[in-house]
């Protein structure tokens, strides 16, 4: 016996053993995959092939001839072996591949083979001379035809799987060498026989599966080769609904998804390959690239992903995108980068739908606080308003007693005088009724106007505390409440921001506190104190207070006690308020059935001044 074919048949033995043991693992691996199937196929024809191998070599141990019932066994491996390559390589690089019938027809040649060689005797088209050893052997001309077709079905599978393994792991990559490494190996061995380039034995074929089978088990083993189903990278990427492109060192793309193409339905032609100031010069304002140039040098140089926003052209449906800007380093050195586009075109379209929505819902609110004043207001007004009107009809009547008294001998100068004062008596107190009237006109003017920009402003205490007590005077009086103060400050103190903001809160805050009552009466407190450094206003009720689980959510949600006469939404503005424009916090303490009190905190300096600082 040869050397070379006694090495053949240890690592005969080697690689069925290990053929075994690969379909037990890949078995209780695969999980019904189809790419276990087609493993284990691949698998269950190598263990023919070294059966028929071991098989005849002890066969002709001990009879001394060659039995080709397991040289056919052997051929069954060699003919069959391509097509379970082709399919492996055909699954793992194309997830949704669907074995159809028509796919029978790659066995026809196999098939062909197999009858072929069972009767060789007869026309001898596929060896002329059969033997174990390549330099004796004298194939026939079918042979190569075979052969042809044989080595290029396993050039395709290898292809194929070459073609996965690059997309998932790299061209470099461990499992690409395996995988390669474990197909060539027995490939390499059927050349070097067939064609007689080394004097080889029969066994050579079989035995180099060995390899194979080593390649696999690592690949099997350490890289879960059949964990997961083969889903290749590209197929996944192309479902993200975020587009990305990927760019060298030179700012060319050089690769990018479908996304890109659903997102940009300007594009007219792939991306890969251009400049990629050609491609934002095709889909992106005039400008962009300049802007994302300075921005990626900056990722660049400090190692970090950027964002910027801007929007789609060439298009009649505008998109607007969040461009995330990804720097690629290998070994410390700027390779390339990743751009993401996502878009946000449905985000801005609901944040404008919002906006437009929460303007709509303040305007209202307002217009109901308006509303709820117009009664006190008209209550108020009335009294003065028939006050001047009976002055006036006071000072025409005594105009005219005036007017006849000048030539009347018995009116004396004492009774002059006396008309006179009661005219500058009249005219006092019509002075202040008008007073009055015009400090009401303010407040409410300053509580109906729409405030569309935040004024920078100033305002003191006490007119703060005037323009409350003007407007809750009626909604006071008719629920039968009483507004006591306690102003622990100089009323001159001054609060910076708007005075018809704050002013709002309050009065919305203590018709709050008034219908927390039910119509009974009631005390309601307002006590402002302060520091160096911040104002306190508080404002106490002893009504019947909030739930606990109400008071967490007062101003994260628009939420009420008052059920259908309530919407939530003064609260939450007041709060946002609070924070928006005077810089402060707000705050609520209660219990239940024993009142509530709400804390506003504003800080002493000037509002502007703290955010141009910050």
Known sequence: MHIAELTSLVLTHLSLVSCLWLAWVTNKRSRGYRLGHAFLALIAIMVIWNIGTLLEYYTRLATGRTHMLFIYMCYFGIFFIPIAILYLGKILSQPDFQLTPAYAAFL?????????ICTNDYHHLFFQRFSLYSSEAVYGRYYYFHSVYSYGCILVGIAYLV???????????TQSALICIGILAPLTANILYSFALFDLSFSINSSMFTITTFCFAVALQKYDFLTVVPIAVQHVVDLISDGYLVIDGQNRIVGCNKAVFRLLPGLTE??????LEDFFAESFPPGFYGIFSRLYAQSVEERCTFSIESHSIGSEDRRHFD??????FQNNLHVGGILLLKDITQ??????TIKETQAIMIERERLASLGQMVGGIAHNLKTPILSISGGVEALRDLAREYDESVEDDEVTVEDHHEIASEMLDWLDRIKNHCSYISDMISTVKGQAVQHNTVQDDHFSIDEFIKRVELLMKHELKQ????LRTDIQVGRDTEISGNVNSLVQIFDNLIINAVHAYEGENGFIDLCIRGDDEKLTLSLTDYAKGIAPEIQSRLFREMVT???????GLGLYLSHSTIKGIFNGQMSVASQPGTGTCFTIELPRQPVAMELSAN
């Open 479 to 482: 629920n039968h409440c009483i």
């Open 163 to 173: 073609a996965f393994s690059v997309r998932n792991s790299g061209i470099f990559s």
């Open 270 to 275: 792939p991306p890969a390959e251009a400049p």
């Open 561 to 567: 006690t008052k059920g259908k006469m309530g919407t």
């Open 323 to 328: 461009v995330e800007i990804t720097p690629v």
């Open 347 to 352: 985000a801005k379209r609901d944040l404008e």
């Open 108 to 116: 026809v040649i196999p098939v062909t083979s197999m009858i072929v």
